[in-house]
């Protein structure tokens, strides 16, 4: 399990980052012993910074999405008008977990082509169970006196939803799109067999070429991102939870 990092070590842990995707050569020395035959030390078919820039936004898309479709989902089966479609939308967002995203992108290359477009499907439909699941548990373990006063100060059922429901469920929504994005960050790599620009394109060259430290750079690379951004929402998680009160239960 990923720990929550002490800041100084979040720092370093960023300040190396950046100067890896920025300045990799520096880090030459590093990985020449894990190099046979005079290969190149350093990934070289691509700037690695151009390539983990488009891996987030490729995740950040996907992430959205399913944030979107997922929070709307819980709040849809958590109203009276549609509870009813609780079990299909359970099902619905199960899809991405019942298939594994390799026959995901299989199945949507036909459809959208090569690139980026099957690779934000796959991932699209893997985040949204995480995020649909916390987003409903949030929303039916609201304190009930909290929601007894909203209705007892006049507001209708969509100002308790904007205005107390949503905003006290957001620490628990926050832990789900931390699973997310997590799963998505490793996920995404695989797009790249489908033509997707990501971090995937040096772990597979690296394969391709025997080079094991191509794919030790793109394994670092994305390990790092993804201890970085699962700290940085742990830590907005926390503030949330001590602006409602509300602890998560998945933090």
């Known amino acids: 399990m990923i720990r929550f990092l002490p800041i100084g070590l979040r720092l370093v842990a960023f300040a190396l980052l950046v100067a890896f995707v920025t300045n990799p050569d520096w880090f030459a020395p590093l990985f020449r012993p894990l190099t046979q035959n005079n290969a190149p030390a350093i990934y070289n078919q691509g700037s690695l910074l151009g390539l983990t820039l488009q891996h987030l936004r490729t995740v950040a898309i996907a992430t959205v999405a399913a944030t979107a479709v997922a929070v709307a989902l819980a709040v849809l089966v958590t109203r009276p008008i549609g509870a009813e479609f609780l079990p299909l939308s359970r099902s619905l967002v199960n899809i991405g977990q ?65 205005r107390v429901e949503l905003p ?84």
């Open 168 to 251: 006290l469920a957001v620490p628990v929504i926050l832990a789900g799109i931390r699973l997310s994005v997590v799963i998505s960050l490793a996920t995404a790599t695989i797009g790249s067999t489908v033509a997707a620009k990501t971090l995937g394109e040096v772990i597979i060259a690296g394969l391709q070429s025997n080079n094991l430290a191509f794919v030790l750079q793109g394994g670092l690379i994305v390990a790092a991102l993804a201890v970085l951004i699962y700290d940085a929402l742990t830590a907005l998680e926390r503030i949330a939870a001590r602006r409602t009160g509300r602890l998560s239960p998945a933090g």
């Open 98 to 162: 019942t298939f594994p995203p390799v026959a995901v992108l299989a199945l949507a290359v036909p459809a959208v082509g090569f690139g980026e477009k099957p690779t934000l499907i796959a991932l699209f439909l893997y985040g949204l169970l995480p995020i649909f699941e916390n987003a409903l548990t949030g929303l039916t373990t609201l304190p009930p006196s909290v929601l007894e006063a909203a209705r007892g100060v006049g507001m209708t059922g969509w100002q308790r939803l904007a």
